[in-house]
Structures are given as C-alpha cells and as structure tokens.
C-alpha cells in the first residue's frame, strides 16, 4: 500500500514539473475517448433494450406502455449511463494500459529507462 501511494504521489507531483508533454496528453485522451465510444455505446444500447423489454410487463398492467420511452431515457441518462460508462472506460482501458506496461517489463524497458536517467513515471 505504501508503495502504490508513492507512486500515485509521484505521478500526480510530476504532472506539474516541466517537461510538459500536451500532445502526449492529448494522444491519450482520445485514445481513452474516443476509443471506448463504441463499447460503452454497445452496452448502453443492449441494457437499455433489457430494461425496456423487462419493464413492458410492470407498464403494461398499469396501462401505461405509452411511457417505456421516457423511462428507459431518464433512467439510462440518470442512473444506469454514468455507472456503465465508467465502468466500461475503466475496464477497457486498464486492461490496456496494464498489459502495455508489463510487456515493457518483460522487455526491460523500464530498467533501460532508469539506465539512462530518464524517470519511467514522468515519460
């Protein structure tokens, strides 16, 4: 724990230290972006179909299949969109990152980084 909170710590510090890598940045939020835009449209799109479909039976017996539309939109733009963009930007997008990053320690990319005099949370 002491050492995730150093490294957090260090990455956060090192944010306002020059250089500064603006196009860097850049590359990666639209990487995270842009990039997620179709998984997190795909699983709004089938959730909202299930949440639809399971809720035509409850409206139904109340006579009031007419306002499916409406709460399926208030509930995925309220509720139920916000939790499963952020989990599927965060899941995909970990995942990611994680794998890049073990393969530049299994390549010792890392360690040649350090070599050099270069700081790995920095560049």
């Not at 250089?19 to 940045?25: A, E, K």
């Not at 639809?52 to 539309?69: D, E, V």
């Not at 309220?78 to 990053?101: D, F, H």
């Amino acid at each position: 724990m002491q050492e995730y909170c150093l490294l957090a710590a260090r990455s956060v510090a090192s944010l306002f230290q020059r250089p500064f890598y603006l196009r860097d940045i850049l590359v990666q939020c639209d990487f995270i972006g842009v990039g997620s835009l179709p998984i997190v449209v795909l699983t709004g799109f089938f959730t909202g179909f299930v949440f639809a479909l399971q809720s035509a039976n409850s409206l139904q017996r109340f006579g009031s299949l007419s306002f499916i539309g409406e709460l399926v939109s208030l509930s995925m733009v309220r509720e139920l969109g916000p939790v499963l963009t952020g989990l599927m930007v965060a899941g995909r997008n970990a995942s990611g990152i994680a794998s890049e990053l073990g393969s530049m320690m299994v390549t010792e990319q890392i360690d040649a980084m350090r070599a050099l005099g270069t700081d790995p949370l920095k560049s």
